[in-house]
């Protein structure tokens, strides 16, 4: 469905020519003449976007851009004209538009919280190019975000939740930039770095800059230069997700179409007061700040739904799945490889006398000796209670027989401190803390698997083997290895 923008301008020849061109680019378009009329629109629909005249009535034109910027508006929204539930609670991105003659107006605009703030009269392809950008960010967050992490406030972070911030400058007036840039970053220790536009950012050493604010006005950057500089920054591993605003000359509307569309988060003209660059800086880094935290809760949830919250090792489902990975290699190279099932010996008895507490730092302790031991070279992970699975890529029986008895004496030679409480003295709420140092011992069963493992059956064959041999380990009198016999 195409996206409905919301214009409210009391000028309705202002309302007719700018309607024509958002319906000319495949846009779903709603009028008001002012915002009590933009009130009542928004019971019919929710708009993706709002365009807001700023020439006439200031002071109720800002009063709305706050309240339609707030985090949560669509809820209230929902429960006063009944919209649709499913709709995001978010925030509705406002471009406002305003004479030049109204400095002032666009700075109060962009602190009451517009996302951009145009001049008149509007240049339509720098418009267009202008929604097109904040649609594009907009639903590139919602690739991130539930309707429950908007609802969270997400979109209000402050500032202070950020840590410091590398800022980085291609221009060659910083006496001119500095200004803003001190305004912007007032109270937060973040690093700012000047550079020409012309030097070599090849070697550009981490960490990984939050902004590149890229000056375009002057004779060190070319039209050209400038644009492909932007599409060079973005394609860089260093700064793909970093924020970008150009300042370029007021006259070039086209080339700062061409910039929002090529990835730019911002274009502002060389005229642009020090306030407004500030608060335009500003609007951009919490932008950014609101993706990474987005782009980690999204990095998180996919290391959690791998990984034992216990030990930190890979779960169960995804060892398996990394075995199927190794004999897809293996069909590949006619390599085997190897997989290993380990118990910890008599890990009940451990629970019994220290509690449960100390079982879970017994396991723990466990899990990092074998991480340490193992990794980069395979996998570990936790499959069960006190059973782990180890997945070996191109290794030989005598190979995987070796690093066995070498994770097994480990063990059984690294002691873990442990804590519990018990009752001391004649007083039943009086406790004493006691220490031991608890020693395990593994048991570990091995199988080796190739080209004939790589299906589901090959793999549930493999890992029976595997557990088979570790059950032989156990008979065998616990804290041994046991290579499968029937693994060549």
């Known amino acids: 469905m195409n996206c409905l923008v919301l214009l409210v301008d009391p000028v309705f020849t202002n309302r007719i020519t700018l309607r024509s061109a958002l319906e000319s680019a495949n846009y779903r378009v709603l009028c008001a003449d002012g915002p009590a009329d933009a009130m009542a629109r928004l019971g019919e629909a929710q708009p993706d976007l709002i365009l807001l005249g700023l020439d ?68 339509e392809g720098l418009l267009l190019a202008r929604i097109r950008s904040i649609l594009r960010n907009r639903d590139a967050l919602d690739d991130f975000a539930s309707v429950e992490e908007y609802s969270a406030g997400f979109a209000d972070a402050d500032e202070e939740f950020h840590g410091p911030r590398r800022i980085v400058v291609l221009s060659a007036r910083e006496s001119v930039l500095k200004p803003a840039i001190e305004a912007a970053t007032v109270a937060m220790n973040d690093r700012v770095e000047f550079l020409t536009p012309g030097e070599d950012l090849s070697e550009d050493a981490p960490p990984e800059p939050d902004l590149f604010l890229i000056d375009g006005v002057g004779a060190h950057l070319s039209p050209g230069d400038l644009l ?13 997700h970093a924020a970008q605003i150009a300042i370029l000359p007021a006259e070039a509307p086209d080339l700062a179409a061409t910039a929002l569309d090529l990835g730019a988060n911002d274009v502002v003209s060389h005229m642009v007061s020090t306030a407004e660059l500030a608060i335009r800086i500003r609007n951009v880094l919490r932008q950014k700040g609101q993706a990474d935290r987005m782009r ?27 075995l199927a990975r190794l004999a897809e ?74 690093l066995a008895d070498s994770l097994r004496q480990r063990v059984a030679e690294q002691p873990i401190s442990v804590t519990r409480t018990a009752p001391f003295g004649d007083s039943d709420r009086a406790e004493a803390i006691l220490r031991a140092n608890v020693t395990v011992t593994l048991s570990v069963g091995v199988a080796l698997g190739g080209a004939e493992a790589c299906s589901e059956a090959g793999i549930t064959g493999l890992y029976a083997r595997a557990d088979a041999a570790l059950y032989a380990a156990k008979t065998a009198g616990r804290n041994t290895v046991t290579l499968c016999p029937s693994a060549a």
């Open 56 to 123: 006439e009535g200031l002071p109720a034109v800002l009063e709305f851009c706050r309240r339609m910027t707030r985090s949560g508006v669509i809820e209230s929204l929902k429960s006063t004209f009944g919209l649709n539930h499913d709709a995001p609670a978010r925030p509705i991105p406002i471009i406002g538009l305003a004479s030049t003659d109204r400095p002032a107006a666009r700075l109060a605009a962009l602190k009451a919280g517009a996302t951009e703030v145009l001049d008149r009269p509007v240049c």
């Open 228 to 240: 492909r500089l932007l599409s060079d920054l973005r394609s860089r591993p260093s700064g793909r």
């Open 296 to 322: 980690d809760k999204v990095r998180n949830g996919l290391r959690a739904a791998i990984t034992d919250p216990l030990t930190g090792l890979y779960n169960r489902r995804y060892a398996m799945a990394q």
């Open 329 to 402: 290699q293996a069909a590949i190279s006619g390599r085997r490889f190897a997989a290993m099932v380990l118990d910890i010996d008599h890990f009940k008895s451990v629970n019994d006398q220290f509690g449960h507490s100390a079982g879970d730092k017994v396991l723990r302790g466990v899990a990092q000796i074998l991480r340490e031991q193992v990794e980069p070279r395979g996998i570990v992970g936790r499959i069960g209670g006190e059973e782990f699975l180890i997945a070996l890529p191109d290794t030989t029986e005598a190979e995987a027989q070796s």
